[in-house]
């Protein structure tokens, strides 16, 4: 039986399957082999909603980790978060409360709340 779990500090998707399901791991996009001491263990997929729909489809009896869903939810939120501020613009982008020895352009201001935004430490 197949599972699907996080792997890699939740960096990516792991497919741990049998050596008969090796094609069908194949022929997911964006597939790599993980070896550990020189043994295959697991395929890893990159942590996207196409990848987890597409791992899914090509093996529909998996078991899917509910961390997996989690994470997958994360991954989309963040990016309506970016998408939102990027529709935004820069060109009437507010000043910054930080100390510079220059001021910044416009579009490294966007640039910085962005970031600040999405790693949590201020609200959009």
Same mark, same amino acid.
């Given at each position: 039986?197949?599972?699907?779990?996080?792997?890699? #500090?939740?960096? #990516?998707?792991?497919?741990? #399957?049998?050596?008969?399901?090796?094609?069908?791991?194949? #022929?997911?996009?964006?597939?790599?082999?993980?070896?550990?001491?020189?043994?295959?263990?697991?395929?890893?997929?990159?942590?996207?909603?196409?990848?987890?729909?597409?791992?899914?489809?090509?093996?529909?009896?998996?078991?899917?980790?509910?961390?997996?869903?989690? /994470?997958?939810?994360?991954?989309?939120?963040?990016?309506?978060?970016?998408?939102?501020?990027?529709?935004?613009?820069?060109?009437?982008?507010? /000043?910054?409360?930080?100390?510079?020895?220059?001021?910044?352009?416009?579009?490294?201001?966007? /640039?910085?709340?962005?970031?600040?935004?999405?790693?949590?430490?201020?609200?959009?």
């Amino acid at each position: 039986m197949q599972r699907i779990t996080v792997a890699n #500090s939740g960096q #990516s998707i792991a497919l741990y #399957s049998g050596f008969h399901d090796r094609e069908l791991a194949r #022929s997911v996009p964006g597939r790599q082999a993980y070896y550990e001491n020189g043994k295959f263990v697991c395929w890893e997929y990159p942590l996207r909603p196409e990848a987890l729909n597409e791992l899914r489809r090509v093996f529909p009896g998996a078991q899917v980790d509910p961390v997996v869903n989690a /994470a997958i939810n994360n991954v989309i939120l963040r990016e309506s978060m970016v998408s939102k501020i990027k529709t935004v613009g820069w060109e009437n982008v507010g /000043a910054i409360n930080y100390s510079f020895k220059s001021k910044p352009f416009a579009h490294q201001v966007a /640039a910085m709340k962005t970031v600040l935004t999405v790693w949590g430490f201020k609200d959009a």
